[in-house]
Structure formats: structure tokens, C-alpha cells
């Protein structure tokens, strides 16, 4: 069993940087795949970033590469998006997830939430 809280959104400029973070509890963490996904109001859930288990493999959604960088602390149980040079599409509610499985841009093979944290981008 994961439990996951998401902290750090908030309202932020254009071209600002936030950084999410996701609190992991249980003792599987370390063998989870971890990602981020985004939902803005009236459209579908969008894969945002995804990280291995071992830290060392890194996928990111086409709309934030180069953007958005995706990392995690085992010692603290804790995954991270850093997100730079915000754009006010980058507005949404953004959510931590878990999966053992390979297939990790999608959201049906993520076992594990948190409750999501909102990140406004004003211009």
C-alpha cells in the first residue's frame, strides 16, 4: 500500500517556476514507478512525467519537455516536478501517482493517488 500527498501548487506568473512536491508513505516506494499527471477544467486527465523505480530513467508528456523535471529522494520517500518557464496552459490540478507497471504514461495502470494540487498560471 502507497499513500501519496501532493504539496507546493499554487498561483503563479507566466514564466515562473514552482516546484510539486509528493510525499510517498509506505514500504514499496523504492519499487514504484512514479508519475505526474494534470487535469485542467473540462478536458481529460494528460500525462505530465513519469520516473523509474531506480531513479535513472526519466519520461516527460510532449507539452512540458524541456520545461518540467521530474526526480525523487528515496531517503525521503518524496518524488518532485520542478516546473520552469511556466505558460498559463500549464494551469490545472496536478496528481501523484504509483505503478509497478511499464506502461507508465497511462493513468489506468497507476495504482496508487494522491488528492491532486492546483497550479493557476495568471498572465
Known amino acids: 500500500q502507497v499513500q501519496l500527498v501532493e504539496s507546493g501548487g499554487r498561483l503563479m506568473q507566466v514564466g515562473g517556476s514552482v516546484r510539486l512536491s509528493c510525499a510517498a508513505s509506505?514500504?514499496?516506494?523504492?519499487?514504484?514507478?512514479m508519475g505526474w499527471f494534470r487535469q485542467a477544467p473540462r478536458r481529460e486527465l494528460e500525462f505530465v512525467a513519469a520516473?523509474?523505480?531506480?531513479?535513472?530513467?526519466?519520461y516527460y508528456g510532449d507539452s512540458v519537455k524541456g520545461r518540467f523535471t521530474i526526480s525523487r529522494d528515496s531517503t525521503n520517500d518524496t518524488v518532485y516536478l520542478q516546473m520552469d518557464s511556466l505558460k498559463p496552459e500549464d494551469t490545472a490540478v496536478y496528481y501523484c501517482?504509483?505503478?509497478?507497471?511499464?506502461?507508465?504514461?497511462?493513468?489506468?495502470?497507476?495504482?496508487?493517488w494522491g488528492q491532486g494540487t492546483q497550479v493557476t498560471v495568471s498572465s
Open positions: 501517482a504509483a505503478t509497478r507497471s511499464p506502461y507508465l504514461k497511462s493513468e489506468g495502470k497507476y495504482d496508487y
Open positions: 520516473i523509474s523505480a531506480s531513479g535513472v530513467s526519466r
Open positions: 509506505g514500504r514499496t516506494f523504492s519499487s514504484h514507478v
